[in-house]
């Protein structure tokens, strides 16, 4: 006897392993995986055929549910009927009574009643007579807009439950930020007001120095920030100090004389 089977058998085997396994919660797609793979399928083979298995899950669903949606409006149809018939009837009966009492028998009353027995004979035909798979698939066509419609609103309510739930967190970090800045604006005012009651030099800062241009303050420039080289004052230089040159001597000598009269004269 041949150990191999082909597909046929195949599906027969297991389809009857299946049921004498009796009632069963069935398999994950990972565990339906791993049974491919031992068998030799091929995960994309498997992937295909599990996308096809759910497409169709889901067209007998949305059948299901369109054949029971036709079913309660058909009931709800009948019922209206059957109400519309039973108000035709007494309204009828009630004209012709009234018609009969007034003297000479039945005279109008009948053509309203033919009349509106017409119409209530169509509602009626409309019940009986009807087109089974074309109602359902325009009940299967309603059930996918009406779908589509509540995924959209869903998406929507979604995008702005997310935007309701970053908007505290901007207002959060836009109130940090307003809290830091009136932080450091208070210090740099207690930092002015301690340096005007100590006496303290400001810091060397382009604010700073800007504030003190305005004010017609020295500015204080550190010894780390460059500079420009001062200029320095003129000085005397005194006569001794230059080179050893006659005239420069003699001129030396009458600048010690003038000093000394100007001493003199001080005293």
């Known amino acids: 006897m041949s150990d191999v089977y082909d597909d046929d058998e195949v599906h027969e085997i297991l389809q009857r392993a299946i049921g004498k396994r009796g009632s069963t919660l069935g398999l994950s797609h990972s565990e339906l995986a791993e049974v491919a ?53 007494v309204i009828s009966m009630g004209l012709t009574a009234i018609d009969f009492m007034a003297g000479g028998g039945v005279n109008w009353a009948q053509w309203p009643a033919v009349c509106w027995g017409i119409f209530v004979a169509l509602q009626g035909a409309r019940l009986v007579v009807h087109d089974e798979e074309a109602d359902l698939e325009r009940e299967r066509r309603i059930l996918v807009v009406e779908r589509e419609r509540e995924a959209k609103r869903a998406a929507k309510a979604a995008a702005k439950r997310r935007k309701r739930k970053g908007l505290p967190q901007a207002e959060k970090a836009f109130e940090a930020a307003i809290e830091k800045g009136l932080a450091l604006a208070l210090n740099r005012a207690a930092e002015k007001i301690d340096e005007v009651i100590s006496g303290k030099p400001a810091k060397d800062t382009d604010f700073n120095r800007y504030a003190a241009q305005k004010e017609g303050r020295p500015v204080r420039v550190d010894a780390q920030a460059p500079t420009q080289p001062a200029q320095q004052a003129p000085v005397r230089v005194r006569a001794a100090e230059m080179a050893e040159d006659p005239a420069e001597e003699e001129l030396a000598a009458i600048e010690r004389e003038l000093d000394r009269e100007l001493g003199l004269e001080r005293q």
């Not at 295909?48 to 007998?60: H, P, S, T, Y």
């Open 37 to 89: 793979a031992e068998v030799g399928i091929p995960i994309e083979a498997l992937e295909e055929a599990a996308a096809e298995v759910r497409g169709e899950r889901g067209g007998k669903t949305l059948m299901a549910e369109a054949r029971h949606r036709l079913a309660w409006k058909r009931r709800r149809a009948r019922g209206r009927w059957i109400g519309h018939l039973v108000t035709w009837a």
